[in-house]
């Protein structure tokens, strides 16, 4: 087993800017206003008819503008995510967010023109337009819900002060937060990181104890997370429904994703059909773990006496050997993030928790956050976000319009890697408790991305509608318990605190209906890894194709090169399929 010289640490934004007052900085502001006015003297030109010739220059120009304010709030972002209590960062951040909207603004007329643009200049333009054709044809996507240039200017202002203010309080409210835990006879402060550990602990009460502490803490400020997500849906109804007329809240997402209503209706029905499958699932975790019914508390229980810890290096090695055995691509693009500086592991308060990638430009390799405390989960997660990485790296060489995958594949490659991990790791592992382990692992984790997911946006769908008809904060609780309980019917015991478990869930206030790519994405990678499983080395290029395409083309396209039909139910049944045969495979390992 490999283990590469990379220690855990903070990254490095210099790729970026040296600060956020530094000359650089200072000096990129400047660029951007020449940049805006000499674009702004276009908006007369765009009166007449312009050719193919002069059409292009314009949409670079643009290009030109949103990589400076991707940089500029790609490095406000990330050092909020670095530490989110800093106030000094907490108002720089707030400064970029008042600046890009101006900015916003003052650019919007050529995105207003372009989608009244008549059908045939606008197909005109288009067929010359090489790769920026699909992010011209998806802008025009929006032109039943586009406003009047009047109004849009309003909406970007008030999202600064209003939407955006909340999600950004919501952060650092939640971000702020220390669990208590007495380990070993003495109360120890922790992160919410590190409190999750003993969510999968081998200690019935350790588990039990961690739960009822995350939502005693969440719970405590329950009433004012819970206004904060009322506005924010509020907010979005006013908007995407009262406004720009979508027919329903998810549909404003959908449209965003390029995904049709009815493909997530198929979906998130699929997934409520096989709810079934988890909970037998369930039921045999319960019986292994000699229990009548597992508890909410249990459901990521270990079955297996696996202690195993990896040391961050060790785990580096572990995941670009298995990158390697796929593609020798794969890990040297895996390298590059390590090699940039632009992974921050560490455990520290403050920092955001969870994971992410985060590309700002196609030219610079993309920043990955994790915080890495050595479980195989842990693993599995740097294997995850790498696997973004090499996503977007793959798709650099697409225009900074057409390089990002849309929500529903961006999570692809991501699934992709820790699936490719996880098969390495059995392919080693000699210890058979560690293998069985593995195997438990895959399962809890499809159901932590397929079923628990479709289950938010199942809720958040709930949700928009009660809050609109004036529900309370607690008739949402309400609302969410029963969701769990529809969820895990009669094979899993639930306790009161989870009512308040929707507040701790940040895509939900962050990015409404975000949640079902995930479902998406892993339903899609578990029919795409079978396939690999089939066709060895002849199926490596069409998906590596499909990773290539970034966001060049809508996802239907994309993956229809695959012979994939996503408005097909028998399709999104074969994922689940596959998990059915991996519970099946643990049942005759936990009969023997």
Not at 388 to 394: N, P
Not at 405 to 419: C, K, N, V, W
């Amino acid at each position: 087993m490999v283990t590469l010289a990379f220690q855990s640490s903070r990254w490095s934004l210099s790729d970026l800017f040296e600060s956020q007052s530094s000359p650089d900085m200072q000096a990129a502001f400047a660029r951007m206003e020449t940049l805006v006015s000499q674009f702004e003297a276009h908006r007369e030109r765009l009166q007449a008819e312009i050719s193919t010739e002069e059409f292009l220059p314009i949409v670079k120009d643009y290009e030109t503008i949103d990589y400076l304010a991707r940089r500029i709030y790609g490095f406000a972002g990330l050092s909020f995510a670095a530490d989110t209590q800093d106030q000094a960062i907490q108002s720089f951040m707030a400064r970029i967010d008042q600046i890009v909207a101006e900015l916003e603004n003052r650019t919007l007329f050529f995105s207003l023109w372009w989608k009244a643009l008549d059908e045939a200049n606008a197909e005109r333009l288009m067929s010359a337009s090489g790769d920026y054709r699909y992010w011209l044809e998806d802008m025009r996507h929006f032109k039943p819900h586009t406003l009047s240039e009047a109004e849009e200017k309003i909406v970007n202002i008030k999202n600064v002060t209003g939407v955006n203010a909340l999600t950004n309080l919501y952060d650092t409210i939640t971000n702020r937060y220390a669990f208590k835990l007495t380990l070993d006879g003495e109360e120890r402060e922790l992160t919410r990181g590190e409190v999750m550990v003993y969510a999968r602990s081998r200690d019935p009460a350790a588990r039990a104890a961690a739960y009822q502490e995350l939502y005693r803490v969440y719970g405590n400020d329950g009433p004012i997370l819970g206004q904060i997500y009322q506005t924010i849906v509020r907010d979005w109804s006013n908007e995407q429904l009262e406004l720009r007329h979508f027919t329903s809240p998810i549909s404003a997402r959908n449209l965003a994703n390029d995904i049709p209503d009815e493909v997530v209706d198929t979906l998130l029905s699929v997934c409520q059909r096989n709810a079934s499958i988890f909970q037998r699932f369930f039921q045999m975790k319960a019986r292994l773990l000699g229990m009548p019914r597992l508890r909410r508390y249990d459901i990521y229980a270990p079955v297996v006496k696996a202690h195993k810890k990896y040391e961050f290096g060790q785990a580096a090695g572990m995941v670009m050997e298995s990158f390697q055995r796929f593609d020798g691509r794969f890990a040297n693009l895996a390298r590059r993030v390590f090699e940039d500086n632009h992974l921050d592991s560490e455990v520290r308060k403050g920092k955001r928790s969870g994971a992410f990638c985060w590309t700002v430009t196609p030219d610079i390799s993309p920043w990955v956050l994790l915080n890495y405390q050595g479980r195989p989960d842990d693993v599995a997660t740097m294997a995850h976000e790498l696997g973004h990485a090499i996503h977007s790296m793959l798709a650099e060489h697409h225009s900074l319009f057409t390089q990002q995958a849309s929500l529903p594949l961006a999570e692809t490659a991501s699934t992709f890697g820790e699936m490719m991990l996880v098969d390495r790791l059995l392919a080693d592992e000699k210890d058979e408790s560690v293998r069985r382990d593995l195997l438990f692992k895959q399962v809890d984790d499809s159901y932590a991305t397929i079923l628990r997911q479709a289950f938010f946006a199942l809720f958040e769908r709930q949700a928009h509608a009660m809050i609109k008809e004036g529900a309370a904060v607690d008739d949402l609780s309400n609302a969410y318990l029963d969701n769990l309980r529809h969820q895990f019917g009669e094979a899993v015991e639930l306790s009161d605190e989870f009512r308040w478990e929707w507040v701790s869930i940040p895509h939900i206030y962050q990015t409404p209906f975000y949640v079902y790519a995930y479902a998406f994405g892993q339903l899609l990678v578990l029919s795409l890894y079978q396939q690999y499983r089939e066709e060895g080395e002849s199926f490596k290029p069409r998906y590596i194709e499909i990773l290539s395409a970034g966001g060049s083309d809508s996802p239907a396209r994309i993956l229809a090169g695959a012979d994939i039909d996503i408005y097909k139910d028998a399709f999104w049944q074969g994922g689940f399929d596959v998990v059915s045969g991996l519970i099946e495979q643990l049942e005759a390992l936990s009969s023997n």
